[in-house]
């Protein structure tokens, strides 16, 4: 069996860095520009400049450059953790990720040519350790929300971290020249467990990257793009499920149809600019005054429409009411002109036999019927079609 020597082992080290750096980064940053991503590039590359420094030190006796490259190993593992964090949306602070990379240059320059040389590099597993053990936490952290994307890179970088505070437990019990240190925890082990761990986070970040781009673009398709409002397909689709689950469970459910007054004049006189204004206006009015359970999408043009789930027909007008309030705030138009306003159409689900097609076509009429009475109003309309014709206001 041919044992490979240290020098050997970091070639092989950065070789493997560099190549994984150049994949990562035109495979999968390149396409995405995700922030975890990005930060994975900055860690891998810091790899790869830690081993070229431990190559110098140990080929050409450059003694500066083991505390150099020990900063930059941490530095590394202060990025793995920044990605993890970015990956569920929280703050990175860069400049905290300085802070213990100068510690590890720092403690194994002044311990090198000591007779406790070994505490520089003690120092080194605790904070790698530390830092790759927190990365692991922020991932754990996520088992709520996106646990079947980030599950295998959370139990790589526990494992890394577990082995090299395990490492870090060995060098300082056993010392470097024990046997069973260097069969648990010697060079060619530790550069193994290096390796494996940039290809399965390499891997990892891979998939996680591409399962939120694939998000990213379904979300994309079932929005509208001028609000971020459902468009109208996928508000049909989740209005249509929401509504048979609500008639199932005996949920009493609202529909309403929204229409911009007098829009043609607004885009005639101000402007389409000033119209796409009025239309993210009444969508942020929507959002505001929408409850959680409550469905609202672009349903075309300056119409949207409303699934006001465990509301009656009175409340869904309420509703209406307080979103044209909320819309007399929003101050898009210049000056002189009035705030906009919208009419309302509204039904419920009193005829539980009414599907969502239905509850639609009736509540336009009523929405119409606003429009002729004068506008910036809601007027409820029949539960159904060939219900009683006694209108409700």
Known sequence: MVLLDRSTLMVVFAVTTLTMLVLFYFDTYRKSRAPFAGWWCIAVASFFFAAVFYFLA????????????NGVMVLGSGCVWAGTRSVAGRRVRPWLLGIPALAAVAIDAAVRYTEHARIGNIALLALMGTAVGLASVELWRERAHSWHLVRSLAVATAFCAAYYLSRMAGLALLGPADPLFQVLFGTGVTLLMAIVLLVVVS?????????????????????????????????????????????????????????????????DRFGHDAGDGVIRAFADACRSVARSGDLVGRYGGEEFSLLLEGADAEEGVRIADRINAALAEYRVLPGGAGAPTASFGVVDTRDRTAGLQRLLREADRALYEAKAAGRNKAVIGFAAAGDAAEQRR
């Open 203 to 267: 891997s990892s970040i891979t998939s996680l990257n591409y399962a939120r781009r694939t998000e990213d673009l379904q979300e994309l398709a079932s929005r509208d793009g001028l609000t971020g409002l459902l468009n109208r397909g996928e508000f049909m689709h989740q209005a249509q499920r929401r509504l048979r689950a609500n008639v199932a469970a005996g949920i009493s459910t609202a529909v309403v149809m929204a229409d911009l007054d007098r829009f043609k004049a607004v885009n």
């Open 58 to 69: 140990e080929v050409q006796g450059v003694g500066w450059s083991g505390s150099a490259g």
